[in-house]
C-alpha cells in the first residue's frame, strides 16, 4: 500500500473519530482523536499478543513506512505553524512581549538543563550507563511546549487573556528555539567533528537568526506577491506556498524552518491581511487555515496515537516511564516560577498563572518526531539490547501521552478559578 494511500486512510479515521465525539460527548477533539488511536493501538497490540490476528506486525510496518518525523518535521509542521502564527494579534502579544521572550527563551533552557540532569540522575540509580548528553538530548526536545497541541486545546479554554497570550506566544516561538537547541545538541552528541564552543555558537545562530531573517524575507516577498493581485482565490493560493515550498526552501538554507513559518505567519496575518487582501478573501483566510489546521491536527494526533505499536517496552523502560512525567512537569514548574519571579517586580499577574502554564504546557507530536529522529543502535544495555533511541523514545511517548489525555483533559477547572480571580482583580482595577 502506497504512503499516500495510508494517509489518506488514517484521515478517514481520524475525521470519523472526530465526528463521533462530536455526536456522543463533548471532550476535545483533539483528545478523543488521540484516545481513540490509543485504544485501537492497545486492541492491535493485545490481538497481536494472542496471535489472534497478526495486526501489529501490519500496523508497525505501516508506519514505519509513513516515516513519521519526516512527516512531521519536513512536512506539516511548516503547514501548522504558519497557520498558528496567522492567528497572532500582535496588538496584544505587544503587551507581554518580554514574558513571552523570557519563557520562550529562558525558561526552556533552563528546563533542558534541569530535565536532562535529572534524567540522568534516574539512570544513574537505575545502574544504565546513559551519557549525559543524550540525557540533554532528551531535555531539548521535551522542554519546549508544543504549540499544535496548545493551540488545539488551551485555546479553546478562554483562560484571562494575559495568561493565554503567554502561553499561545511562548509555544509559538519556544519550538523553534526547542528545535535549535536539539539540532545543536544532536550535532554534538551524533556527529563525527570533535565540537567546539565557537562552533555550536556559529551553529546556533545560523539556524536561529537565520531562520528569523529568512522569515521576514519570505513573509515580505509574499506580501508584495499577494498585494498585486485581486484574484481572491490566487491570494490564498499563495499563502499555500509559504509553507510548503518556503518551509523546503529553508531546510536547504540551513536556517530554522519552524521560526521563518511563526515570523512569516505573523507578517501576512498582521499585515497582509488588512491591506493586501481583498475584502473576500480576508474574509475567507481564517476559515481556510482553521480547516487546513484542523485536518491535519486530526492526521497527527492519530498518528501519535498508533505510534504505540513501533515501541517493545522492557522493565527499563517502565521506569524510566514513571519517573519522567512528575520530573518534567517538575522541571517547567522550576524554569515558569523563575521566570515569574522577575516579572512580578513589574505587574500584578493572575495568582493561577503559574499553575496553568506549567500544566497547560503541553507536548505532542513535536517531541515524539524529534525522538523518532535520534539514529538506532547505541546500545546502553547490552543484555537486552536496549539503546538510546528506545529510552528516548518511551519516554518522549509517557510524557506527550500523560500531557494530551491527562493535562489537556483536566484544564478546565484550573481555568475557571483564574477566571474568577481575574474578575475580582479587574473590579480592583475599576
Known sequence: MST????????????IIAFINSKISRVQTTIAITAGALLLSLGIVIAGQYQALPLKAIAAQTLGDIHFEEFLLEGVLGFLLFAGGLG????????????ITTLALGATLLSVFLVGSG???VFQLIGVQFDYIYCLLFGALISPTDPIAVLAIVKKLHAPMRIT?????????NDGFGLVVFVTIFTLAFGHQNP????TLSLFAQEAIGGICYGLVLGYAFHRLICATNDHS????????????GYVLADMLHVSGPLAMVVSGIMIGNWTRFIGFSKESEDHLDHFWELVDEFLNSLLFLLIGLSLLQITFHEEDWIVMGCVVPLVLAARYLSVKACYLGFRCFREYNPWAVRILTWGGLRGGLALAMAMAVPAGIIVVPEKQIDVRELILVMTYAVVVFSILVQGSTMTGMVDKANAVQDEMDKRLQ
Open 4 to 15: 499516500y494511500a495510508i494517509l489518506s486512510f488514517m484521515a478517514a479515521a481520524a475525521i
Open 88 to 99: 497572532v494579534k500582535l496588538p496584544s502579544f505587544s503587551d507581554q512581549k518580554w514574558e
Open 119 to 121: 534524567v540522568w540522575g
Open 165 to 173: 497570550t503567554q502561553i499561545e506566544g511562548e509555544s509559538l516561538f
Open 196 to 199: 567546539t564552543l565557537a562552533g
Open 234 to 245: 490566487m491570494e490564498l493560493l499563495l499563502t499555500l506556498a509559504i509553507p510548503s515550498a
